[in-house]
């Protein structure tokens, strides 16, 4: 096909997609597109070099046919994370044509998963603040109660973890969340959960997994055009603020509420930030019915903003993001910070680390030794509180982490007696674990109640935070005085991340193969001892994992090296983890001593591994 043959096809795939368009604003948005890519410079004459104004016309359609070709080149693809992208027209961006045909592809699969059992399907939905957001809530809602399916719909923009809650408190057998989570403000998305008689076993309420991403991917395929599927103007029902109070009650069960726990609980001063994002109003909530009245929520990041105008990337992992947190709390002389992503699934912990004071450079609260833990220190403390929750009641109990957390996890539950399971990246897959009772992932998610929610939830993460800094402070300590005496027990595990952003996506794909054809022979110093392609799932210590792309490397001093591609964003991923020995013993002096040799050993790992991915 030549290019103009190409471009008069891709040109009526778009007027067709404008006539079956029910948002006017992205319709009109697809129209300018096409008059820009249908204009011809006024004056062109063939052969004749175009003049400045001339020029400048061709770029403009040039411009227009590759934005229309990117829209046009495939349906948004529906996977295990849902959907998620850009906002705008086209199928290959989130729109309301685009849920409409979720929607519906959505209500064919559980009609046909529920054929024939009486009452119908019972589907929960939920929506936070993001731009389109309440409006794909209700697209959905209209479309799965044409259908005869019944639709609870939660009262307002709320956290991720009340939609997850909601799904399990009331047996729905299908909840929908609209969020892109901590993506850019352009974005959203559209995740989906299973349970209720659809899955019963222990990924009942969970995320959605193969096969059945791929047999909803199938039907919303098979839907013809938006005008084909029917849409109830009512026949929904709107939750009120009793799930709220449901969700509250749940999470309170976590918390202590004895005299001396409430009197701790006061005793500790919280600077909290919902980065512009929905959970602000929940997580103050929680932590003031578990005594935690001290709180300082950052001003410039309270309310809901789908523009996220204080951040450059609403995702606590990002620098800068928690800026605004780290001053206020050195200001206020806080114990603790906790930070939410948008949709509050994910939590992120700072606290004042004396050995990362810096006696060069600007008066900051990074200075006077701020810093945000990372996502494996969290997840050992968390992990931690949740050994000393059983009470040595640990039968049948499991820690659980997927393949690029810390390996401490892992120590911890066999210094306790727990059972411990690794898993593959990814929450859908966490929360399946039987018997769990506490599952992370090094990405800020934690999973602290699984009896109520198989999801991240960053405000139970954040109570449970906040109850141990009272615990800690009570006696004395700090977060960072628990983190050395994990590290006494169990060696310092100390982990960093190694990423790079691509545009192309076919870029990722080769950087990965790259390292995966010529790994290197040493990191750090340390000879490569083990090379296993993930992709070829065939590592029997796996314990029969499913295969996903990616490469695990290790060395003869025990440092870990896994990457991979991200499964939300256009990036390479590496994951980094050495162990330094501490004796049991250790004095405050040695343990940062290992921790300084740690770190100069991940820095050097890091160099290596930037070398052979050639970024």
């Not at 693809?77 to 309301?96: E, S």
């Not at 769990?436 to 090094?442: N, R, S």
Request: hydrophobic letters at 45%; a negative charge.
């Amino acid at each position: 096909m030549t290019g103009e043959d190409a471009w008069t096809a891709l040109e009526a795939r778009v007027q067709t997609w404008i006539d079956d368009d029910p948002d006017p604003q992205t319709a009109e948005e697809l129209r300018r597109l096409l008059a820009a890519a249908r204009q011809s410079p006024v004056g062109l004459e063939p052969g004749r070099e175009p003049d400045p104004t001339q020029r400048q016309a061709l770029d403009a359609r040039v411009a227009a046919r590759a934005e229309l070709a990117d829209r046009f080149s495939g349906l948004l693809q529906f996977g295990t994370a849902g959907l998620r992208g850009r906002l705008g027209g086209g199928p290959h961006r989130m729109n309301r044509a685009v849920v409409i045909r979720a929607a519906s592809g959505l209500a064919d699969y559980l009609i046909g998963e529920l054929d024939g059992v009486s009452p119908p399907p019972r589907v929960v939905i939920g929506f936070d603040a993001r731009h389109n957001s309440s409006q794909f809530a209700v697209d959905s809602a209209a479309v799965l109660a044409a259908v005869g399916i019944e639709v609870l719909v939660l009262p307002w923009a709320l956290p991720t973890p009340v939609l997850a809650f909601t799904v399990r408190h009331l047996g729905a057998d299908a909840g929908i969340m609209v969020t892109a989570s901590h993506n850019p403000p352009q974005d959203n998305g559209y995740k989906v959960y299973l349970g209720g008689r659809v899955v019963t076993d222990a990924g009942q309420g969970s995320q959605i997994v193969p096969p059945a991403d791929a047999a909803i991917a199938a039907e919303i395929a098979r839907v013809p055009s938006v005008a084909s599927v029917p849409r109830a103007e009512s026949g929904w029902t709107v939750l009120g603020e009793e799930i709220v109070d449901a969700y509250v009650q749940s999470v309170l069960s976590l918390a202590d509420r004895s005299p001396e726990a409430l009197e701790a609980a006061r005793r500790v001063r919280i600077v909290l930030t919902p980065l512009h994002g929905v959970g602000g109003e929940v997580a103050a909530r929680v932590l003031a019915a578990a005594g935690f009245t001290d709180v300082f929520v950052v001003p410039e990041q309270e309310a809901p903003d789908p523009d996220f105008p204080s951040v450059a990337f609403p995702n606590p992992e990002e620098p800068g993001a928690i800026d605004l947190a780290l001053g206020l709390a050195a200001d206020e002389s806080a114990d603790v910070v906790l930070a939410l992503d948008p949709d509050a699934d994910r939590c992120a912990v700072a606290t004042q680390d004396p050995r990362a004071r810096q006696h060069r450079g600007p008066d900051t609260a990074g200075a006077d030794g701020w810093r945000m833990l990372h996502g494996d220190e969290t997840g050992a403390l968390l992990g931690a509180a949740a050994v000393d929750r059983l009470a040595g009641q640990t039968q049948g109990a499991v820690l659980a982490s997927s393949i690029v957390s810390s390996r401490l996890l892992g120590r911890i539950a066999e210094h306790a007696g727990v059972g411990y399971a690794q898993t593959l990246t990814g929450f859908k897959w966490i929360s399946r674990v039987d018997g769990l009772v506490f599952g992370y992932e090094e990405a800020l998610g934690y999973c602290v109640d699984p009896e109520h929610v198989h999801d991240k939830d960053g405000i139970s993460a954040s109570l449970v935070v906040a109850t141990m800094v009272a615990g800690l402070k009570a006696s004395g300590h700090t977060l960072m005085d628990r983190l050395d005496d994990l590290a006494r027990t169990h060696g310092l595990h100390l982990t960093d991340q190694v990423s790079a952003r691509f545009v192309d996506l076919a870029d990722i794909g080769a950087a990965v193969g790259r390292i995966t054809t010529t790994p290197p022979r040493s990191l750090g110093g340390s000879p490569v001892t083990s090379v296993v392609d993930l992709a070829a799932g065939t590592d029997d210590d796996r314990d029969g994992l499913p295969a996903t792309p990616g490469l695990r490397m290790f060395t003869a001093d025990g440092t870990r090296v896994v990457v991979r591609p991200s499964g939300t964003e256009p990036k390479v991923k590496c994951y980094l983890e050495v162990v330094e020995p501490v004796a049991p013993d250790a004095d405050r002096a040695a343990v940062g001593h290992a921790r300084s040799a740690a770190r100069h050993r991940l820095d050097a790992v890091a160099a290596d591994v930037r070398a052979a991915l050639g970024i």
